[in-house]
Protein backbone atom coordinates (compact mmCIF):
# COMPACT_ATOMS: atom_id res chain seq x y z
CA UNK A 1 0.00 0.00 0.00
CA UNK A 2 0.90 3.21 -1.17
CA UNK A 3 1.11 6.31 1.14
CA UNK A 4 -1.78 8.46 1.07
CA UNK A 5 -1.17 12.65 0.89
CA UNK A 6 -3.48 15.38 1.58
CA UNK A 7 -2.62 18.31 -1.49
CA UNK A 8 -1.94 20.82 1.07
CA UNK A 9 0.42 19.17 3.54
CA UNK A 10 4.17 19.10 3.19
CA UNK A 11 5.69 15.65 3.93
CA UNK A 12 9.68 15.89 3.09
CA UNK A 13 10.54 12.72 5.48
CA UNK A 14 10.66 10.17 2.75
CA UNK A 15 10.26 7.15 5.63
CA UNK A 16 6.53 7.51 5.86
CA UNK A 17 5.67 3.51 6.14
CA UNK A 18 2.91 1.69 3.56
CA UNK A 19 -0.72 2.61 4.35
CA UNK A 20 -0.63 5.69 6.19
CA UNK A 21 -2.47 8.86 5.35
CA UNK A 22 -1.06 12.63 6.12
CA UNK A 23 -3.75 14.95 6.11
CA UNK A 24 -4.26 18.49 5.33
CA UNK A 25 -1.85 21.57 5.88
CA UNK A 26 0.44 19.01 8.04
CA UNK A 27 3.84 19.02 7.98
CA UNK A 28 6.18 16.12 7.97
CA UNK A 29 9.91 17.13 8.01
CA UNK A 30 12.69 15.25 6.32
CA UNK A 31 14.45 13.36 8.70
CA UNK A 32 11.18 12.13 11.14
CA UNK A 33 10.45 8.64 10.68
CA UNK A 34 7.09 7.51 10.61
CA UNK A 35 5.42 3.63 10.36
CA UNK A 36 2.63 1.58 8.34
CA UNK A 37 -0.54 2.38 8.74
CA UNK A 38 -0.28 5.95 10.64
CA UNK A 39 -2.67 8.57 10.36
CA UNK A 40 -1.60 12.14 10.85
CA UNK A 41 -4.37 14.47 11.48
CA UNK A 42 -5.06 17.96 9.82
CA UNK A 43 -2.04 20.79 10.71
CA UNK A 44 -0.06 18.49 12.80
CA UNK A 45 3.46 19.21 12.82
CA UNK A 46 6.44 15.96 12.53
CA UNK A 47 9.46 17.47 13.42
CA UNK A 48 13.37 15.84 11.98
CA UNK A 49 14.57 13.17 14.41
CA UNK A 50 10.92 12.46 15.96
CA UNK A 51 10.24 8.30 15.77
CA UNK A 52 6.91 6.99 15.71
CA UNK A 53 5.85 3.55 15.46
CA UNK A 54 3.18 1.46 13.23
CA UNK A 55 -0.56 1.89 13.80
CA UNK A 56 -0.29 5.14 15.51
CA UNK A 57 -2.95 7.68 15.36
CA UNK A 58 -2.10 11.21 15.58
CA UNK A 59 -4.94 13.68 15.53
CA UNK A 60 -4.99 17.14 14.26
CA UNK A 61 -2.73 19.75 15.46
CA UNK A 62 -0.32 17.30 17.58
CA UNK A 63 3.50 18.48 17.98
CA UNK A 64 6.13 16.23 17.62
CA UNK A 65 9.65 17.01 18.09
CA UNK A 66 13.05 15.75 17.64
CA UNK A 67 13.76 13.44 21.28
CA UNK A 68 10.32 12.42 21.07
CA UNK A 69 9.43 8.29 20.27
CA UNK A 70 6.42 7.20 19.84
CA UNK A 71 6.19 3.13 19.80
CA UNK A 72 3.43 1.15 18.05
CA UNK A 73 -0.43 1.09 18.33
CA UNK A 74 -0.35 4.46 20.41
CA UNK A 75 -3.49 7.00 20.10
CA UNK A 76 -2.07 10.56 20.56
CA UNK A 77 -4.92 12.49 21.27
CA UNK A 78 -5.81 15.85 19.36
CA UNK A 79 -3.72 18.87 20.45
CA UNK A 80 -1.15 16.40 22.78
CA UNK A 81 1.61 18.63 23.39
CA UNK A 82 4.80 17.16 23.86
CA UNK A 83 8.32 19.33 24.86
CA UNK A 84 12.15 18.62 24.84
CA UNK A 85 14.23 21.19 26.44
CA UNK A 86 13.50 21.54 30.59
CA UNK A 87 14.61 25.05 30.50
CA UNK A 88 13.72 26.87 27.29
CA UNK A 89 15.13 30.17 26.37
CA UNK A 90 15.47 31.64 23.16
CA UNK A 91 18.41 30.85 21.32
CA UNK A 92 18.70 34.16 19.86
CA UNK A 93 19.46 35.50 23.16
CA UNK A 94 22.88 36.30 23.60
CA UNK A 95 23.36 34.60 26.95
CA UNK A 96 22.43 31.51 25.17
CA UNK A 97 23.52 30.83 22.22
CA UNK A 98 26.37 29.10 23.79
CA UNK A 99 23.67 26.35 25.40
CA UNK A 100 22.13 25.70 22.48
CA UNK A 101 25.03 24.97 20.39
CA UNK A 102 25.35 21.49 21.21
CA UNK A 103 21.76 19.34 22.18
CA UNK A 104 23.27 17.62 24.82
CA UNK A 105 22.99 20.71 26.81
CA UNK A 106 19.46 20.98 26.08
CA UNK A 107 17.79 17.91 24.55
CA UNK A 108 15.53 15.91 27.07
CA UNK A 109 14.14 13.17 25.22
CA UNK A 110 10.58 11.38 26.06
CA UNK A 111 9.31 7.66 24.75
CA UNK A 112 5.73 6.76 24.47
CA UNK A 113 5.26 2.95 25.23
CA UNK A 114 3.20 0.64 23.34
CA UNK A 115 -0.60 1.14 23.23
CA UNK A 116 -0.82 4.44 25.37
CA UNK A 117 -3.47 7.01 24.80
CA UNK A 118 -2.85 11.07 25.22
CA UNK A 119 -5.87 12.33 25.78
CA UNK A 120 -7.07 15.77 24.02
CA UNK A 121 -4.81 18.77 24.95
CA UNK A 122 -2.18 17.09 27.58
CA UNK A 123 1.25 18.27 28.19
CA UNK A 124 3.61 15.92 28.51
CA UNK A 125 6.96 17.66 30.00
CA UNK A 126 9.97 16.74 28.93
CA UNK A 127 12.82 13.86 29.54
CA UNK A 128 9.51 11.53 30.59
CA UNK A 129 8.78 7.54 29.45
CA UNK A 130 5.31 6.89 29.51
CA UNK A 131 4.25 3.05 30.97
CA UNK A 132 3.00 0.82 27.94
CA UNK A 133 -1.05 0.96 27.21
CA UNK A 134 -0.90 4.44 30.02
CA UNK A 135 -4.13 6.69 29.57
CA UNK A 136 -3.60 10.32 30.25
CA UNK A 137 -6.61 11.96 30.73
CA UNK A 138 -7.44 15.55 28.47
CA UNK A 139 -6.26 18.38 29.81
CA UNK A 140 -3.38 16.56 31.90
CA UNK A 141 0.27 17.81 32.63
CA UNK A 142 2.60 14.79 32.85
CA UNK A 143 5.37 15.81 34.76
CA UNK A 144 6.94 12.62 35.82
CA UNK A 145 7.55 8.94 34.36
CA UNK A 146 4.20 6.92 34.26
CA UNK A 147 3.57 3.53 34.75
CA UNK A 148 2.09 0.61 32.38
CA UNK A 149 -1.49 1.13 32.61
CA UNK A 150 -1.93 3.97 34.65
CA UNK A 151 -4.99 6.55 33.79
CA UNK A 152 -3.10 9.69 34.85
CA UNK A 153 -5.29 12.72 35.50
CA UNK A 154 -5.03 16.63 36.34
CA UNK A 155 -2.20 19.34 36.45
CA UNK A 156 0.09 17.91 37.83
CA UNK A 157 -1.02 14.60 36.82
CA UNK A 158 -2.16 11.84 39.49
CA UNK A 159 -2.23 8.27 38.74
CA UNK A 160 -5.86 8.09 39.81
CA UNK A 161 -6.65 4.28 38.57
CA UNK A 162 -5.34 1.81 36.01
CA UNK A 163 -7.07 1.04 32.83
CA UNK A 164 -7.32 -2.18 30.70
CA UNK A 165 -5.06 -2.71 26.85
CA UNK A 166 -9.15 -1.90 25.59
CA UNK A 167 -9.28 1.47 27.45
CA UNK A 168 -11.87 0.18 29.96
CA UNK A 169 -10.88 1.30 33.79
CA UNK A 170 -10.10 -1.45 35.99
CA UNK A 171 -11.67 -1.48 39.48
CA UNK A 172 -8.43 -2.93 40.80
CA UNK A 173 -4.47 -3.12 39.50
CA UNK A 174 -3.38 -3.84 35.92
CA UNK A 175 -1.68 -7.05 37.20
CA UNK A 176 -4.21 -7.75 39.92
CA UNK A 177 -7.31 -7.22 38.22
CA UNK A 178 -9.50 -8.82 34.78
CA UNK A 179 -11.37 -6.63 32.20
CA UNK A 180 -15.01 -7.41 32.25
CA UNK A 181 -15.51 -5.87 29.03
CA UNK A 182 -12.79 -6.87 26.58
CA UNK A 183 -12.18 -10.24 29.05
CA UNK A 184 -8.32 -9.91 28.96
CA UNK A 185 -6.76 -11.27 32.22
CA UNK A 186 -4.14 -9.70 34.53
CA UNK A 187 -1.57 -12.68 33.67
CA UNK A 188 -2.58 -11.45 29.75
CA UNK A 189 -1.80 -8.38 30.51
CA UNK A 190 1.72 -8.78 32.07
CA UNK A 191 2.51 -10.90 29.56
CA UNK A 192 2.22 -8.33 26.99
CA UNK A 193 4.36 -6.33 28.68
CA UNK A 194 7.81 -6.76 27.68
CA UNK A 195 10.03 -7.97 30.24
CA UNK A 196 11.93 -4.41 31.25
CA UNK A 197 8.84 -2.95 31.44
CA UNK A 198 7.42 -5.27 33.97
CA UNK A 199 9.54 -4.09 36.61
CA UNK A 200 7.97 -0.62 36.33
CA UNK B 1 -25.33 37.72 1.85
CA UNK B 2 -22.74 35.31 0.24
CA UNK B 3 -20.32 32.98 2.55
CA UNK B 4 -16.57 34.55 2.49
CA UNK B 5 -13.68 31.62 2.09
CA UNK B 6 -10.07 32.38 2.05
CA UNK B 7 -8.52 31.31 -0.61
CA UNK B 8 -6.54 28.49 1.26
CA UNK B 9 -9.43 27.42 3.61
CA UNK B 10 -10.50 24.28 2.57
CA UNK B 11 -14.58 23.77 2.69
CA UNK B 12 -16.10 21.09 1.35
CA UNK B 13 -19.32 21.11 3.57
CA UNK B 14 -22.07 22.61 1.09
CA UNK B 15 -24.19 23.63 4.53
CA UNK B 16 -22.79 26.76 5.57
CA UNK B 17 -25.14 29.95 6.06
CA UNK B 18 -24.80 33.08 4.42
CA UNK B 19 -22.95 35.83 5.83
CA UNK B 20 -20.32 33.32 7.38
CA UNK B 21 -16.81 34.25 6.57
CA UNK B 22 -14.00 30.83 6.67
CA UNK B 23 -10.71 32.44 7.38
CA UNK B 24 -7.27 31.22 6.22
CA UNK B 25 -5.69 27.10 6.60
CA UNK B 26 -9.24 26.33 7.83
CA UNK B 27 -10.89 22.88 7.40
CA UNK B 28 -14.57 22.50 6.99
CA UNK B 29 -15.36 18.63 6.10
CA UNK B 30 -17.95 17.69 4.03
CA UNK B 31 -21.11 16.73 6.31
CA UNK B 32 -20.36 20.02 9.05
CA UNK B 33 -23.42 22.04 9.74
CA UNK B 34 -22.76 25.65 10.25
CA UNK B 35 -25.49 28.56 10.66
CA UNK B 36 -25.28 31.69 9.32
CA UNK B 37 -23.43 34.90 10.36
CA UNK B 38 -20.63 32.57 11.87
CA UNK B 39 -16.99 33.61 11.61
CA UNK B 40 -14.14 30.67 12.08
CA UNK B 41 -10.74 31.98 12.55
CA UNK B 42 -7.72 30.36 11.29
CA UNK B 43 -6.12 26.96 11.08
CA UNK B 44 -9.72 25.42 12.56
CA UNK B 45 -10.60 22.46 11.90
CA UNK B 46 -15.11 21.50 11.71
CA UNK B 47 -15.54 18.09 11.01
CA UNK B 48 -18.48 15.91 9.27
CA UNK B 49 -21.67 15.77 11.69
CA UNK B 50 -20.86 19.07 13.69
CA UNK B 51 -23.35 21.20 13.84
CA UNK B 52 -22.65 25.08 14.55
CA UNK B 53 -25.93 27.59 14.82
CA UNK B 54 -26.38 31.23 14.21
CA UNK B 55 -23.91 34.46 14.63
CA UNK B 56 -21.32 31.93 16.36
CA UNK B 57 -17.59 32.94 16.63
CA UNK B 58 -15.11 30.28 16.29
CA UNK B 59 -11.71 31.46 17.10
CA UNK B 60 -8.39 30.13 15.58
CA UNK B 61 -7.64 26.53 16.18
CA UNK B 62 -10.65 25.42 17.32
CA UNK B 63 -11.43 21.32 16.79
CA UNK B 64 -14.96 20.87 16.60
CA UNK B 65 -15.55 17.16 15.90
CA UNK B 66 -18.67 14.60 14.97
CA UNK B 67 -20.89 14.73 17.72
CA UNK B 68 -20.47 18.19 19.18
CA UNK B 69 -23.42 20.75 18.40
CA UNK B 70 -22.49 24.50 19.27
CA UNK B 71 -26.08 26.07 19.50
CA UNK B 72 -26.87 30.11 18.50
CA UNK B 73 -24.58 33.14 19.69
CA UNK B 74 -21.58 31.23 21.14
CA UNK B 75 -18.15 32.04 21.60
CA UNK B 76 -15.83 29.59 21.13
CA UNK B 77 -12.32 30.85 22.31
CA UNK B 78 -9.19 30.15 20.52
CA UNK B 79 -7.59 26.58 20.81
CA UNK B 80 -10.67 25.76 22.71
CA UNK B 81 -10.62 21.58 22.57
CA UNK B 82 -13.72 19.38 22.09
CA UNK B 83 -13.53 15.55 22.17
CA UNK B 84 -15.59 12.96 21.43
CA UNK B 85 -14.51 9.45 23.07
CA UNK B 86 -13.84 9.10 26.95
CA UNK B 87 -11.52 6.21 26.08
CA UNK B 88 -9.55 6.44 23.25
CA UNK B 89 -6.99 3.89 21.81
CA UNK B 90 -6.00 3.95 18.19
CA UNK B 91 -8.53 2.62 16.08
CA UNK B 92 -5.54 0.84 13.91
CA UNK B 93 -4.39 -1.57 17.12
CA UNK B 94 -5.84 -4.80 16.77
CA UNK B 95 -7.84 -5.10 20.08
CA UNK B 96 -9.08 -1.82 19.87
CA UNK B 97 -10.69 -2.85 16.14
CA UNK B 98 -13.69 -4.38 17.25
CA UNK B 99 -14.95 -0.99 18.89
CA UNK B 100 -14.59 1.28 16.61
CA UNK B 101 -16.76 -0.73 14.04
CA UNK B 102 -19.92 1.07 15.76
CA UNK B 103 -20.61 4.69 16.80
CA UNK B 104 -22.36 3.05 19.42
CA UNK B 105 -19.70 1.85 21.22
CA UNK B 106 -17.24 5.19 21.18
CA UNK B 107 -19.16 8.22 20.14
CA UNK B 108 -20.47 10.49 23.44
CA UNK B 109 -22.16 14.02 22.05
CA UNK B 110 -21.23 17.10 23.82
CA UNK B 111 -24.01 20.47 22.89
CA UNK B 112 -23.53 23.86 23.90
CA UNK B 113 -26.05 26.22 24.84
CA UNK B 114 -27.54 29.14 23.48
CA UNK B 115 -24.81 31.86 24.23
CA UNK B 116 -22.15 29.86 25.75
CA UNK B 117 -18.58 31.57 25.65
CA UNK B 118 -15.43 29.29 26.07
CA UNK B 119 -12.38 30.56 27.26
CA UNK B 120 -8.72 29.98 24.93
CA UNK B 121 -7.68 26.80 25.34
CA UNK B 122 -9.80 25.24 27.48
CA UNK B 123 -10.79 21.45 27.22
CA UNK B 124 -14.47 20.06 27.54
CA UNK B 125 -14.57 16.37 27.78
CA UNK B 126 -16.60 14.16 26.44
CA UNK B 127 -20.46 13.74 26.98
CA UNK B 128 -21.42 17.32 28.31
CA UNK B 129 -23.96 20.02 28.31
CA UNK B 130 -23.12 23.54 28.80
CA UNK B 131 -25.68 25.47 29.77
CA UNK B 132 -26.96 28.55 27.84
CA UNK B 133 -24.88 31.79 28.85
CA UNK B 134 -22.37 29.75 30.76
CA UNK B 135 -18.95 31.20 30.64
CA UNK B 136 -15.74 28.53 30.67
CA UNK B 137 -12.51 30.49 31.68
CA UNK B 138 -9.47 29.93 30.40
CA UNK B 139 -7.61 26.94 30.42
CA UNK B 140 -10.04 25.36 32.51
CA UNK B 141 -10.45 21.41 31.77
CA UNK B 142 -14.58 20.93 31.92
CA UNK B 143 -15.00 17.43 33.47
CA UNK B 144 -19.18 17.39 33.99
CA UNK B 145 -22.30 19.21 32.97
CA UNK B 146 -22.69 23.13 33.35
CA UNK B 147 -25.61 25.08 34.54
CA UNK B 148 -26.31 27.87 33.03
CA UNK B 149 -24.62 31.49 33.19
CA UNK B 150 -22.16 29.25 35.45
CA UNK B 151 -18.72 30.51 35.41
CA UNK B 152 -16.56 27.78 35.33
CA UNK B 153 -12.10 28.11 36.48
CA UNK B 154 -9.93 25.53 36.84
CA UNK B 155 -8.84 21.84 36.55
CA UNK B 156 -10.95 20.72 36.95
CA UNK B 157 -13.32 23.05 36.17
CA UNK B 158 -15.46 24.14 39.58
CA UNK B 159 -18.60 26.96 39.40
CA UNK B 160 -17.07 29.70 40.82
CA UNK B 161 -19.80 32.27 40.37
CA UNK B 162 -22.79 33.73 37.81
CA UNK B 163 -22.06 35.81 34.78
CA UNK B 164 -25.33 38.03 32.96
CA UNK B 165 -25.75 37.26 29.19
CA UNK B 166 -23.76 39.99 28.67
CA UNK B 167 -20.72 38.17 30.04
CA UNK B 168 -20.51 40.11 33.42
CA UNK B 169 -19.97 38.34 36.64
CA UNK B 170 -22.85 39.18 38.99
CA UNK B 171 -22.88 39.40 42.68
CA UNK B 172 -25.29 36.73 42.93
CA UNK B 173 -27.23 33.72 41.62
CA UNK B 174 -28.08 34.28 38.21
CA UNK B 175 -31.91 33.70 39.10
CA UNK B 176 -32.06 36.04 41.87
CA UNK B 177 -29.54 39.40 40.74
CA UNK B 178 -30.05 42.06 38.51
CA UNK B 179 -27.17 42.80 36.10
CA UNK B 180 -25.89 46.73 37.01
CA UNK B 181 -23.81 46.49 33.72
CA UNK B 182 -26.31 45.85 30.85
CA UNK B 183 -29.66 46.21 32.91
CA UNK B 184 -30.73 43.21 32.50
CA UNK B 185 -32.92 41.38 35.49
CA UNK B 186 -32.70 37.93 37.26
CA UNK B 187 -36.16 37.53 35.81
CA UNK B 188 -35.47 38.11 32.00
CA UNK B 189 -32.57 36.33 32.40
CA UNK B 190 -35.04 33.25 33.35
CA UNK B 191 -37.58 33.93 30.75
CA UNK B 192 -34.57 33.77 28.07
CA UNK B 193 -33.87 30.10 28.78
CA UNK B 194 -36.38 27.76 27.03
CA UNK B 195 -38.74 26.11 29.66
CA UNK B 196 -36.26 23.13 29.54
CA UNK B 197 -33.24 24.65 30.38
CA UNK B 198 -35.07 26.54 33.55
CA UNK B 199 -35.57 23.27 35.30
CA UNK B 200 -31.78 22.28 35.29
CA UNK C 1 19.70 40.12 5.58
CA UNK C 2 16.62 39.69 4.03
CA UNK C 3 13.41 37.81 5.30
CA UNK C 4 12.62 34.44 4.77
CA UNK C 5 9.26 33.20 4.29
CA UNK C 6 7.93 29.63 3.46
CA UNK C 7 5.97 29.71 0.22
CA UNK C 8 2.82 28.23 2.41
CA UNK C 9 3.19 31.84 5.10
CA UNK C 10 0.89 34.37 4.60
CA UNK C 11 3.05 36.96 5.32
CA UNK C 12 0.51 40.80 5.24
CA UNK C 13 2.62 42.94 7.38
CA UNK C 14 5.63 44.87 5.91
CA UNK C 15 6.69 45.39 9.03
CA UNK C 16 8.92 42.13 9.66
CA UNK C 17 12.65 43.08 10.39
CA UNK C 18 15.93 41.46 9.15
CA UNK C 19 16.91 38.14 9.29
CA UNK C 20 13.66 36.66 10.92
CA UNK C 21 12.15 33.67 9.42
CA UNK C 22 8.61 32.71 9.09
CA UNK C 23 7.83 29.12 8.54
CA UNK C 24 5.22 26.95 6.94
CA UNK C 25 1.38 27.90 7.04
CA UNK C 26 2.04 30.58 9.54
CA UNK C 27 -0.39 34.18 8.96
CA UNK C 28 1.35 37.30 10.02
CA UNK C 29 -1.75 40.27 9.28
CA UNK C 30 -0.95 43.39 7.96
CA UNK C 31 -0.40 46.11 11.08
CA UNK C 32 1.46 43.18 12.91
CA UNK C 33 4.91 44.50 13.74
CA UNK C 34 7.96 41.72 14.13
CA UNK C 35 11.67 42.95 15.11
CA UNK C 36 14.61 41.46 13.48
CA UNK C 37 16.12 37.99 13.84
CA UNK C 38 12.96 37.03 15.15
CA UNK C 39 11.81 33.59 14.08
CA UNK C 40 8.10 32.26 13.50
CA UNK C 41 7.43 28.22 13.78
CA UNK C 42 4.93 26.85 11.84
CA UNK C 43 1.22 27.45 11.74
CA UNK C 44 1.18 30.41 14.40
CA UNK C 45 -0.67 33.45 13.77
CA UNK C 46 0.09 36.99 14.66
CA UNK C 47 -2.96 39.70 14.24
CA UNK C 48 -2.66 42.98 13.23
CA UNK C 49 -1.75 45.44 16.45
CA UNK C 50 0.51 42.69 17.71
CA UNK C 51 4.14 43.77 18.79
CA UNK C 52 7.28 41.48 18.69
CA UNK C 53 10.41 42.88 19.80
CA UNK C 54 14.30 41.14 18.20
CA UNK C 55 15.80 37.80 18.66
CA UNK C 56 12.37 36.17 19.77
CA UNK C 57 11.35 32.46 19.23
CA UNK C 58 8.18 31.72 18.81
CA UNK C 59 7.11 28.22 18.02
CA UNK C 60 4.62 26.34 16.52
CA UNK C 61 0.79 27.54 16.83
CA UNK C 62 1.38 30.66 19.29
CA UNK C 63 -1.51 32.83 18.79
CA UNK C 64 -0.69 36.37 19.26
CA UNK C 65 -3.16 38.85 19.28
CA UNK C 66 -3.91 42.76 19.30
CA UNK C 67 -3.00 44.18 22.89
CA UNK C 68 0.36 41.55 22.57
CA UNK C 69 3.57 43.12 23.19
CA UNK C 70 6.19 40.33 23.30
CA UNK C 71 9.81 42.78 24.19
CA UNK C 72 13.31 40.99 22.71
CA UNK C 73 14.68 37.60 23.30
CA UNK C 74 11.46 36.21 24.81
CA UNK C 75 10.64 32.33 24.14
CA UNK C 76 7.66 31.74 23.07
CA UNK C 77 6.76 27.78 23.37
CA UNK C 78 4.87 25.90 21.61
CA UNK C 79 1.18 26.62 21.27
CA UNK C 80 1.19 29.18 23.83
CA UNK C 81 -2.32 30.66 24.25
CA UNK C 82 -2.62 34.55 24.78
CA UNK C 83 -6.11 36.31 25.44
CA UNK C 84 -6.99 39.81 25.52
CA UNK C 85 -10.88 39.62 26.48
CA UNK C 86 -11.76 39.65 30.49
CA UNK C 87 -15.53 38.72 29.52
CA UNK C 88 -15.68 37.24 25.80
CA UNK C 89 -18.52 36.68 24.27
CA UNK C 90 -19.57 36.14 20.67
CA UNK C 91 -19.52 39.72 19.04
CA UNK C 92 -22.36 38.67 16.64
CA UNK C 93 -24.62 38.17 19.42
CA UNK C 94 -27.08 40.65 19.53
CA UNK C 95 -26.79 41.65 23.25
CA UNK C 96 -23.00 41.74 22.60
CA UNK C 97 -22.62 44.09 19.60
CA UNK C 98 -22.90 47.68 21.64
CA UNK C 99 -19.48 46.48 23.67
CA UNK C 100 -17.79 45.53 20.91
CA UNK C 101 -17.87 48.64 18.79
CA UNK C 102 -15.24 50.38 21.02
CA UNK C 103 -12.00 48.83 22.13
CA UNK C 104 -11.62 50.27 25.12
CA UNK C 105 -14.57 48.52 26.11
CA UNK C 106 -13.21 45.04 25.84
CA UNK C 107 -9.51 45.19 24.82
CA UNK C 108 -7.16 44.45 27.80
CA UNK C 109 -3.08 44.40 27.22
CA UNK C 110 -0.51 42.24 27.72
CA UNK C 111 3.29 42.79 27.94
CA UNK C 112 6.12 40.12 28.40
CA UNK C 113 9.30 41.80 29.37
CA UNK C 114 12.59 40.66 27.87
CA UNK C 115 14.19 37.35 27.97
CA UNK C 116 10.84 35.73 29.70
CA UNK C 117 9.98 32.29 28.58
CA UNK C 118 6.82 30.73 28.18
CA UNK C 119 6.27 26.77 28.20
CA UNK C 120 4.58 25.16 25.67
CA UNK C 121 1.10 25.11 25.72
CA UNK C 122 0.72 27.83 28.55
CA UNK C 123 -2.30 30.26 28.62
CA UNK C 124 -1.64 33.65 29.90
CA UNK C 125 -5.18 35.56 30.65
CA UNK C 126 -5.87 39.02 29.57
CA UNK C 127 -4.34 42.45 31.03
CA UNK C 128 -1.03 41.03 32.05
CA UNK C 129 2.69 42.01 32.74
CA UNK C 130 5.15 38.95 32.71
CA UNK C 131 8.33 40.15 34.96
CA UNK C 132 12.04 40.37 33.18
CA UNK C 133 13.20 36.60 32.27
CA UNK C 134 10.11 34.74 34.09
CA UNK C 135 9.70 31.61 32.97
CA UNK C 136 6.10 29.82 33.02
CA UNK C 137 6.17 26.21 33.08
CA UNK C 138 4.62 24.24 30.37
CA UNK C 139 0.74 23.69 30.90
CA UNK C 140 0.25 26.53 33.17
CA UNK C 141 -2.88 29.22 33.71
CA UNK C 142 -1.24 32.40 34.19
CA UNK C 143 -3.95 34.78 35.90
CA UNK C 144 -1.75 37.69 37.42
CA UNK C 145 1.12 39.82 36.59
CA UNK C 146 4.19 37.57 36.98
CA UNK C 147 7.74 39.27 38.90
CA UNK C 148 10.81 39.76 37.20
CA UNK C 149 12.80 36.23 36.81
CA UNK C 150 9.95 33.82 38.87
CA UNK C 151 9.11 30.59 37.97
CA UNK C 152 5.88 29.93 37.76
CA UNK C 153 4.05 26.31 37.89
CA UNK C 154 0.21 24.81 37.61
CA UNK C 155 -3.34 26.08 37.18
CA UNK C 156 -3.74 28.86 38.27
CA UNK C 157 0.04 29.07 38.43
CA UNK C 158 1.96 29.45 41.42
CA UNK C 159 5.57 31.37 41.91
CA UNK C 160 7.96 28.59 43.05
CA UNK C 161 11.01 29.66 42.68
CA UNK C 162 13.09 31.76 41.02
CA UNK C 163 15.38 31.47 37.86
CA UNK C 164 18.71 33.00 36.12
CA UNK C 165 18.72 35.19 32.94
CA UNK C 166 20.31 31.59 31.38
CA UNK C 167 17.29 29.29 32.50
CA UNK C 168 18.54 27.48 35.31
CA UNK C 169 16.45 27.60 38.84
CA UNK C 170 18.21 29.08 41.20
CA UNK C 171 18.18 27.93 44.71
CA UNK C 172 17.06 31.75 46.47
CA UNK C 173 15.81 34.56 45.43
CA UNK C 174 17.24 36.33 41.94
CA UNK C 175 17.99 39.64 43.52
CA UNK C 176 20.42 37.33 46.72
CA UNK C 177 21.36 34.56 44.61
CA UNK C 178 24.80 33.92 41.99
CA UNK C 179 24.14 30.73 39.01
CA UNK C 180 26.41 28.56 39.46
CA UNK C 181 25.52 27.37 36.06
CA UNK C 182 26.43 30.82 33.87
CA UNK C 183 28.09 32.54 36.61
CA UNK C 184 25.77 35.66 36.38
CA UNK C 185 25.81 37.08 40.52
CA UNK C 186 22.49 38.59 41.76
CA UNK C 187 23.90 42.23 41.00
CA UNK C 188 24.23 42.09 37.51
CA UNK C 189 20.82 40.22 37.55
CA UNK C 190 19.94 43.42 38.94
CA UNK C 191 21.54 45.45 36.92
CA UNK C 192 20.09 43.92 33.72
CA UNK C 193 16.40 45.01 34.49
CA UNK C 194 15.42 48.31 33.72
CA UNK C 195 15.22 50.65 36.49
CA UNK C 196 11.09 50.51 36.42
CA UNK C 197 11.19 47.00 37.00
CA UNK C 198 13.51 47.20 39.99
CA UNK C 199 10.83 48.09 42.21
CA UNK C 200 8.54 45.18 41.19
Not at 31 to 57: M, P, W
Request: glycine letters at 10%; hydrophobic letters at 40%; one cysteine or more.
Amino acid sequence: MSVRIHPTALVESDEVGSGSSIWAFVHVMKGAQLGSNVNVGDHAFIEAGAIVGNNVTIKNQVLIWEGVQIEDNCFIGPRATFTNDRNPRSPRMPISKERYRDKVNWLARTIVREGSSIGAAATICPGIELGAYCMIAAGAVVTGNVPPFALMMGVPAKHVADVCACGQRLPGRYDETDCKYCGTTAAERLMSLSPALKNH
